[in-house]
């Protein structure tokens, strides 16, 4: 009989998942996507502040480098926002096959 509180101790429980709760399972599972979720968002705001640091180091009066940064950002964190989705549904799709 499993510990009382762990739902993951069946047969076809990866070994990875064996004696853990289901809140850590579902943390453990929910990793790649928080992932992708935070380069997402250090990518824009890395960006935007790198811009906005330069637009003061050169004393410009418009935020130009700042909004570039802005866009800059954004694209690069989508590409990784989206190589790390489809990196983890790979991996999914292995442990289910």
């Known amino acids: 009989m499993p510990p009382r509180g762990d739902a993951r101790a069946g047969p076809g429980v990866p070994d990875s998942e064996r004696g853990l709760s289901g809140t850590a399972v ?32 050169m004393g410009h009066t418009v935020q130009w480098f700042l909004v570039t940064g802005a866009v800059i950002g954004v694209a690069v964190g989508f590409v990784g926002f989206f190589r790390q989705l489809l990196r983890a549904d790979a991996a999914a799709k292995r442990l289910r096959a």
């Open 26 to 57: 579902a943390y453990r599972r929910a990793e790649p996507y928080l992932a992708a979720s935070s380069t997402l968002m250090a990518s824009v705001g890395g960006f935007t502040a790198l811009g906005y640091g330069l637009d003061r180091w």
